[in-house]
Structure formats: structure tokens, C-alpha cells
């Protein structure tokens, strides 16, 4: 049977379209990472580090790139939809821990898409209308499934004009910090200033947790796996290309919004790019603007639902939730299922919280899910598969191993707890799926 191809307890097989090519991969993880992250992020970093904004940018992609060497080799070694799930499932053998990976990863990425929902309907959106930000944030996130289950062509097509729009917005921003140069009005020494309330190592760690927020979105392409062409080829040079793009972005948009601004204003500001534009003062509408970081804010979320909507297809497909959730359209070949309950559970996740509480437990989830992905690689070292795939450095694993920790010991007891309510959830959705898939088998034998 083909990688691609699924049965459901009928024994028909599910099959999703391989549809994605190279430059599209590279464009959905570089559209993915080039999110809200940035556009959000840079003024809270500046006030953890002070001016050396670009630092822990620096740092965060070394982390990031590490973690990013074992999905290349996992994702290219068993190239079908799940990701973490899938190969937490091959190494430990434990359908319990399985899931608990699983269910982090599409924890955080439905809380992602909510607290991404949350920034769209916020001021960004408040610039061109007032309206009140939950109900807006949740007709958002029904555009936005409807979107998914239409195709995953149609979504990437989407993708590839949001990405260019984001991409325009960085650009700009770089640009007009070095028309601010040009007339005298920048200052250069911000970029080596640290925050003096704290060692600069420290401060360096602190902001490299929020910057590594920015860098996260590169795991959700291990869940479109399925449906790349020559994935074993493709998917190692579009995910490191796509995070090494990503990464230099970041680091010149750090130089520039020091260049323009000191820390301090930067970190007051919940629009920091957006007073970067504005202090600039060469006569750019900042609501043009506002409109571009809209645009990177729904890209964020188009690639977070499609991850998770992928993800829960996955699952179930391995038998880790309920087989429904792997059914697709006859025509379209998306999900559907998956896609509505992941849309319902995003928008309920609305409801509780602010976006800053949602991000940080969104880090602290991936973090676990990352720590799951590298011992993994490491354990699966011993199975060999017939066809080529990328194979990471053993230093490669263990190094992120080290990195992950480093980061979690950053995290706040609050997101701790949150954290573990979300997975105590998962554990009684596991059981009570557990029960269910007894009950049937007990059901047949009688």
C-alpha cells in the first residue's frame, strides 16, 4: 500500500491529492513563519533584551534549525500526515504518550489559530472598523475553516499572495529604517545596548523564548507531508531554505526597529512595526500598513488550521481518535471533519483568554512536542526504511534536547498550568476514546 493511503473500517482508503510542490512547500513555511510573530513580538523582546533586538532573534533560529534537522529526517523517513504523532507512535510504541504528543501539538495549534484570530479582530482591525473583537475573531476563524475545507490548492494559493503581502511589509519596514539612516535620524549604538536591569545572558534567554515564537511555524509542514511531491528531495531544502529566509528577515527588521526606535518605546508600543512606519515619517499611510499586518495576521492562522485539521487526520488515521475525523470530501479530498472540529474547538478557545496567555501556551506546548520529535529521531535511528531520506547529524537531536530544556526553564508557573489543564483534558479525551474503540471490539466478538 502507498504512504499515502489510509483505510477506514470499511477498508476504504483515504486519499490525499499530492498536490504541493516545491516552491509551494517553501512559500507555506516561509508564510508560516513570516507570521504575527514579528509583527507582534519585536517590542515585548526589545523590552526583555533592550536594544540587541537581533540577538536572540539569532539565537532562537540556531534552536529552531536544530529542532528543524529531526523533522527533516523524520518527516522524509515516514512522509505522512500526523507529524509528531506519527513518529512518536513508531518510536515509543506507548499509544498513551502518543496521543499526549499528538493532542500538544493540536492543542497549541488550535490555540495559536484562536490567539491569532484574537490579534486579527483587535486594533489592526479596529483601524478600518470598529466592531467587538470576539465575534469577530470567531467569524474570522469560519471564513478561515471554510477556506480550508475548499482545497488544500486553494489554500496554498491563498498563501502564496498573503506571504508576498508579509514579505512586502518586512521589506518596507527595513527599507525605511534606512531612509532614517540616510538623513541622520538613526542611532546605531542601540544595536549592541542590553537591558541593564538584568545580565545580558540572562536577557538573551528571557527574549529567546519569545522570539522563538516566531520561528515555531516551521513544525506544522510535517503535516502536509502527505501531500508533497518527491517528498524525500523537496521537504529538507524548502524547510531549511524557508527558515534561513525567515531568519534573516528577522534579524534585519531587529536592526531596524532599534535603528528607528529606542527599546523602551518600541516595548510600549502593541504595534511595534507599525510605529517603526510611523517614525519614520515619509508620508506611508499607516493604515496601509495596519492593512499589510492583517494580512500576515490571517496567513498565520489560514497555516495554523491547516496544520491542526492535518494533524487530527493523522491521528485518527493511526487509530489515536476516533476513525470519523479521517474521513474527506469525495470531490475536494480535504478532511472535512477534522477541519470543522478543529474551526469549533479554535473558536471556543476565543472565549478564554487573552492572546498573550494563549501564546505562552502555545510555546510551552510545542516545546514538549519538540523534546518528543528530537529523542525520537534517536530512537528510530534503528529502523531502516527502502527509500532515501534526509538523515540529521546525532549531535544535531541532542543539541535541540538541551535548547528545548533551556527554554521551558523560562516558563512561568501560570503557563505551567495551563499547560497541564489542556493535556488533563486531552488524557479523559483519550480515555473515553479508548473506551469507545473497546466497546466495538468487544461488540464484533460477541
Not at 518600541?266 to 511595534?272: F, N, Q, V
Not at 479523559?428 to 473506551?435: F, N, Q
Request: hydrophobic share 55%; proline share 4%.
Amino acid at each position: 500500500m502507498d504512504e499515502t493511503e489510509q483505510s477506514d473500517k470499511n477498508g476504504q482508503r483515504n486519499i490525499l491529492a499530492r498536490a504541493i510542490t516545491g516552491p509551494l512547500l517553501f512559500i507555506f513555511i516561509l508564510g508560516d513563519v513570516l507570521g504575527a510573530g514579528i509583527y507582534a513580538l519585536v517590542g515585548v523582546i526589545a523590552g526583555e533584551v533592550g536594544g540587541a533586538v537581533w540577538v536572540p532573534l539569532l539565537v532562537a533560529l540556531a534552536m529552531a534549525l536544530l529542532t528543524a534537522t529531526s523533522y527533516a529526517e523524520l518527516v522524509t523517513k515516514y512522509p505522512r500526515a500526523g507529524g509528531a504523532a506519527v513518529f512518536a507512535q513508531r518510536a515509543f510504541r506507548k499509544p498513551l504518550v502518543s496521543f499526549l504528543v499528538g493532542f500538544s501539538m493540536l492543542a497549541a495549534g488550535v490555540t495559536s489559530a484562536a490567539g491569532l484570530a484574537l490579534a486579527f479582530s483587535g486594533d489592526y482591525l479596529k483601524a478600518f472598523v470598529d466592531v467587538p473583537t470576539v465575534p469577530a475573531a470567531l467569524v474570522f476563524l469560519l471564513l478561515v475553516g471554510l477556506l480550508n475545507a475548499r482545497g488544500i490548492k486553494e489554500s496554498m494559493r491563498a498563501n502564496v499572495v498573503m506571504t508576498v503581502v508579509e514579505v512586502t511589509g518586512l521589506v518596507l519596514v527595513v527599507v525605511l529604517a534606512c531612509v532614517v539612516l540616510g538623513r541622520g535620524d538613526g542611532n546605531l549604538t542601540r544595536l549592541v545596548e542590553f537591558d541593564d536591569s538584568r545580565s545580558p545572558a540572562l536577557g538573551v534567554l528571557a527574549a529567546a523564548l519569545l522570539a522563538y515564537y516566531s520561528f515555531v511555524g516551521f513544525e506544522t509542514s510535517a503535516n502536509v507531508a502527505e501531500e508533497v511531491k518527491n517528498v524525500s528531495k523537496v521537504y529538507p531544502r524548502a524547510l531549511f531554505g524557508a527558515l534561513v529566509t525567515a531568519g534573516v528577515a528577522y534579524v534585519l527588521v531587529g536592526f531596524s526597529a532599534s535603528v528607528v526606535l529606542p527599546a523602551d518605546e518600541l516595548a510600549e508600543s502593541s504595534g511595534p512595526l507599525l510605529a517603526v512606519v510611523s517614525a519614520a515619517d515619509v508620508g506611508f499611510p499607516p493604515r496601509l500598513f495596519s492593512l499589510i499586518a492583517l494580512v500576515a495576521v490571517a496567513n498565520g492562522a489560514l497555516l495554523t488550521m491547516i496544520m491542526a485539521s492535518r494533524l487530527t487526520y493523522g491521528m485518527a488515521s493511526e487509530g489515536l481518535l476516533p476513525s470519523s475525523f479521517a474521513k474527506v470530501l469525495p470531490q475536494r479530498r480535504t478532511p472535512w471533519l477534522a477541519i470543522v472540529a478543529t474551526t469549533v474547538v479554535a473558536m471556543g478557545l476565543c472565549l478564554t483568554g487573552s492572546l498573550s496567555a494563549l501564546a505562552e501556551t502555545v510555546v510551552l506546548l510545542l516545546l514538549v512536542v519538540f523534546i518528543s520529535t528530537n529523542i525520537a529521531v534517536l530512537v528510530l535511528r534503528r529502523d531502516v526504511v527502502k527509500h532515501s531520506h534526509f538523515r540529521a547529524p546525532t549531535i544535531f537531536p541532542i543539541l535541540a534536547l538541551l535548547t528545548c530544556v533551556a527554554l521551558l526553564t523560562q516558563q512561568s508557573a501560570a503557563t505551567w498550568l495551563r499547560a497541564a489543564a489542556l493535556l488533563a483534558v486531552g488524557i479523559v479525551l483519550y480515555a473515553l476514546s479508548h473506551r469507545a474503540t473497546k466497546n466495538d471490539t468487544t461488540s464484533s466478538n460477541a
